[in-house]
T-cell receptor
Framework: DQQVKQNSPSLSVQEGRISILNCDYT??????FLWYKKYPAEGPTFLIS?????DKNEDGRFTVFLNKSAKHLSLHIVPSQPGDSAVYFC???????????????FGQGTILTVHP | DGGITQSPKYLFRKEGQNVTLSCEQN?????MYWYRQDPGQGLRLIYY???????QKGDIAEGYSVSREKKESFPLTVTSAQKNPTAFYLC??????????FGDGTRLSIL
């Protein structure tokens, strides 16, 4: 049972345009969400997170939106750069983020390719 | 320079052998995790530990074992009972109120 789903295996975007990566979840107990970026043969790197008490969080070119009623979150990258080309994973936790060392449930990942 | 070190980067195992993957962190994090990644799939949790001398099974613990004798170290043993051990293994650690940080992984292959 896939509790966190990234339905687009890949996304191709032109440099300078917006990249939108989507993630859906089914478990209503999830209340903390994260996005990680991963290059081949390396470990994932944390990008940005959002708590369920918010609907938006920004960090530079990266913005995460959370729609709790739809159980949907998205990562917007503006403007996209060739160095953003990587696999992006969304992850969810049901332990209010930092209040315990709860486990994360990951989506399958979306391969983003940004063309110069 | 603080971080998580996984070794070796590539590991080969003969069928029927146990093999141990190393994970060391110098971030002073209390919690440590082991994940497995297969092609086209997300990361699946094998085991995690929130404190020394204590650990819990994740979603796919069968065929694996761990120990947590020191705060800095969380080795994973892939036993011969794991029927499909070929995968990319990732170790992570975390401090309270912080996201998980990952090592660069170990790729295990069966000869």
């Amino acid at each position: 049972d896939q509790q966190v789903k990234q339905n687009s295996p890949s996304l191709s975007v032109q440099e300078g345009r917006i990249s939108i990566l989507n993630c859906d979840y089914t478990n209503s107990m999830f209340d903390y969400f994260l996005w990680y970026k991963k290059y081949p043969a390396e470990g994932p790197t944390f990008l940005i997170s959002i708590s369920s008490i918010k609907d938006k969080n920004e960090d530079g070119r990266f913005t995460v939106f959370l729609n709790k009623s739809a159980k949907h979150l998205s990562l917007h990258i503006v403007p996209s750069q060739p160095g953003d080309s990587a696999v992006y994973f969304c992850a969810a936790s049901g332990n209010a983020g930092g209040t315990s060392y709860g486990k994360l449930t990951f989506g399958q990942g979306t391969i983003l390719t940004v063309h110069p | 320079d603080g971080g998580i070190t996984q070794s070796p980067k590539y590991l080969f195992r003969k069928e029927g052998q146990n093999v141990t993957l190393s994970c060391e962190q110098n971030l002073n994090h209390d919690a440590m995790y082991w994940y497995r990644q297969d092609p086209g799939q997300g990361l699946r949790l094998i085991y995690y530990s929130q404190i020394v001398n204590d650990f819990q099974k994740g979603d796919i613990a069968e065929g694996y074992s761990v120990s947590r004798e020191k705060k800095e170290s969380f080795p994973l043993t892939v036993t011969s009972a794991q029927k499909n051990p070929t995968a990319f293994y990732l170790c992570a650690s975390r401090a309270l109120y912080q996201p998980q940080h990952f090592g660069d992984g170990t790729r295990l292959s069966i000869l």
